[in-house]
């Protein structure tokens, strides 16, 4: 049997899981305990919608296939009622017109936000100073969130509750994995650029600069968790695994690894990848 699935078997409301290549999503991955940094919607049988910076967009999947020197792999799941049955065409077509209805929404800040977002939605602190350092600087950018704004998970679940089909939920297990080897100095930098400030205005080589007491970090966790989450979602999540599924989440507070884990979201393949 082939490890691939045809392109051409997709349907509108399938669900793409993606790992990017590059240090962010490599971050993005770890900090949401899953292999996924990315997750996207298809409309139709070639088209999905995804929401990436700056704004959300329609894409071509033919085109994202391509792309390989920005993704490693790309996975389809489908969706299905909650009895297990497929979906029918009036079904997948709620989902399309719901999915495109968020067509250039604004996507909150820069990339990062997804890093920081999966940090605090999965109580995850890193050891590395540096990158604490760098969790608290988003997290505090986001404690006034703007509803008008998705990131790419969030995205998918609004979409698919729209169409009244939102898929129920799990707690999934925390991994232990070691951190990606990534540049901690260079994504401050790119940070500190991207706010036009001079990376020198920290010290980058001396931890001692970077430094971030624990109990800072997880006052920042529970203040975009409380925004993030209402209160049935939250009481959820802090329950130990095995629990009932999580039916009716925050879409805010739904990330790659809560799609990836979904009972109601099957399994399909990996697409292949054309250089």
Excluded at 36 to 64: C, G, Q, T, W
Excluded at 194 to 212: D, P
Aim: net charge neutral.
């Amino acid at each position: 049997m082939s490890p691939f699935i045809d392109p051409a078997q997709l349907r509108a409301g399938d669900v793409l899981l993606m790992k990017g290549i590059g240090a962010v999503s490599d971050l993005v991955a770890w900090f949401g305990d899953s292999i996924y940094s990315h997750a996207a919607i298809m409309v139709d049988a070639e088209y999905f919608v995804e929401a990436a910076p700056p704004v959300s967009r329609r894409v071509r999947l033919a085109d994202r296939l391509k792309q390989v020197q920005h993704y490693d792999f790309v996975t389809a799941m489908r969706p299905t009622r909650a009895s297990g049955q497929p979906l029918d065409r009036v079904e997948r077509a709620a989902v399309a017109e719901a999915s495109l209805a968020y067509v250039d929404v604004k996507y909150p800040l820069d990339s990062l936000v997804q890093m920081a977002l999966a940090a605090a939605l999965r109580n995850r602190v890193p050891a590395n100073a540096g990158l604490r350092w760098l969790l608290r600087q988003v997290l505090d950018r986001l404690h006034d969130f703007d509803p008008t704004q998705l990131v790419c998970s969030e995205l998918v679940y609004a979409a698919l509750r729209e169409a009244k089909l939102a898929p129920a939920l799990i707690i999934s297990a925390q991994l232990d994995q070691p951190l990606p080897k990534v540049d901690v100095g260079e994504l401050i930098r790119a940070w500190l650029e991207l706010r036009g400030k001079r990376a020198g205005t920290i010290e980058l080589t001396q931890g001692e600069a970077l430094e971030l007491d624990e109990a800072s970090l997880m006052e920042s966790f529970e203040q975009v968790r409380q925004q993030r989450l209402d209160a049935p979602a939250k009481a959820a999540r802090e329950r130990a695994l095995g629990m009932p599924p999580v039916l009716n989440p925050n879409p805010r507070n739904v990330l790659p690894v809560d799609l990836e884990t979904s009972p109601q979201l099957r399994l399909l393949g990996r697409l292949p990848l054309q250089a």
